[in-house]
Nanobody
Framework: QVQLVESGGGLVQAGGSLRVACAPS??????MAWFRQAPGKERDFVALLSYSSTYYADSVKGRFTISRDNAKNTVYLQMNSLKPEDTAVYYC?????????????????????WGQGTQVTVSS
């Protein structure tokens, strides 16, 4: 059973920073992604860490950074220069433990496991 536990969301003013974390249970996954979903909208791709390569949605490029702490088996999303439009529930996701590919997947349907989500609210 794969569990992804997220933490670190909260309320911040526009221009501020937040870091959210995702800790998978039991093992390390080489493919970890962050998505976000605002009320009434679809779940959108934010960032991907595939082995040591990173990929970002255009809307967050240059402001967000995805990284991994191997010692803690935790993946982070550092969010800087936050904007009100970044307000959403942020979810981490991963593939089955048997997956060994390096597809740059930005579709939510590609991923097999999801965290419970953490709310990020950016006030103007």
């Amino acid at each position: 059973q794969v569990q992804l536990v997220e933490s670190g969301g909260g309320l911040v003013q526009a221009g501020g920073s937040l870091r959210v974390a995702c800790a998978p249970s039991g093992r390390t996954f080489h493919t970890m992604a962050w998505f976000r979903q605002a009320p009434g909208k679809e779940r959108d791709f934010v960032a991907l860490l595939s082995y040591s390569s990173t990929y970002y949605a255009d809307s967050v490029k240059g402001r967000f950074t995805i990284s991994r702490d191997n010692a803690k088996n935790t993946v982070y999303l550092q969010m800087n220069s936050l904007k009100p439009e970044d307000t959403a529930v942020y979810y981490c996701a991963t593939k089955s433990p048997t997956y060994s590919g390096d597809t740059v997947a930005t579709r939510a349907t590609f991923y097999d496991y999801w965290g419970q989500g953490t709310q990020v609210t950016v006030s103007s």
